[in-house]
């Protein structure tokens, strides 16, 4: 039931992340913000129902998942920067493509380790 649950939102984040990617593209900064926002908060959710349902980080995915949730949080925080012209747009570019490829190793992942 929880890893249902978990591979849900970790899904839903992969998901997001790539419509907000697509906004950011057709520049509708908006909703590129509604979706990476959703992402991060969908991608904290399903770190935390693991965290507590397993009693802590005891494989690989679960190391993984939470350096993964790390660099989505620094490409969240990146986005900051870059609108606030400190940070230039190909290096904002470079931590999303590392934030997707991330993700998508983890739901990779855990078809193989769960």
Known sequence: MFRTIHIILNSSSLICILLGIYFARVH??????????GALFLCSMSVLSMYLRVGGLINVHCYFGVFA?????????????????????????????????????????????L
């Open 28 to 37: 509708k900064l908006l909703w590129h913000h509604v979706f990476i926002f």
């Open 69 to 113: 949730w790390f660099v989505m949080f620094l490409t969240f925080m990146s986005g900051f920067l870059f609108r606030r012209k400190y940070l230039r747009r190909s290096l904002h570019k470079i931590l999303g493509i590392l934030t997707v490829s991330m993700i998508s190793i983890q739901i990779l992942l855990s078809v193989t380790v």
